[in-house]
């Protein structure tokens, strides 16, 4: 039986610290667009305030996630993906 995903050597398990931030702020924005749009959109999207509204929920959030990224993912994810693989 073979298996459906592909372990990486030892020695690529740990990714970049750019690697680790780029993907963070990628992930990062995805998850404030849909984070605001569907606030907006339970509320009612003309009663939230329309794309004013929106630009500015995501302007304000967005560099927030940032900051998060920024400061704990260089630390955390290293650790959580040794934790994880077993090492």
Same mark, same amino acid.
């Given at each position: 039986?073979?298996?459906?995903?592909?372990?990486?050597?030892n020695?690529?398990? #740990?990714? !970049?610290?750019k #690697?680790?931030?780029?993907?963070?702020?990628? +992930?990062?924005?995805?998850? !404030?667009?849909a984070?605001?749009?569907?606030?907006m959109?339970?509320?009612?999207?003309?009663?939230?305030? +329309?794309?004013?509204e929106?630009?500015?929920?995501?302007?304000?959030g967005?560099?927030?996630?940032?900051?998060v990224?920024?400061?704990?993912?260089p630390?955390?994810?290293p650790?959580?993906?040794?934790?994880?693989? +077993?090492?």
């Amino acid at each position: 039986m073979s298996e459906n995903f592909y372990t990486m050597p030892n020695s690529l398990n #740990t990714p !970049s610290t750019k #690697t680790i931030i780029l993907v963070g702020l990628v +992930g990062c924005f995805l998850t !404030s667009v849909a984070g605001v749009s569907g606030s907006m959109l339970i509320s009612g999207w003309n009663t939230s305030g +329309g794309w004013s509204e929106w630009i500015k929920r995501l302007g304000l959030g967005y560099p927030c996630a940032c900051l998060v990224v920024l400061s704990l993912f260089p630390r955390l994810v290293p650790k959580m993906t040794r934790f994880l693989e +077993g090492q």
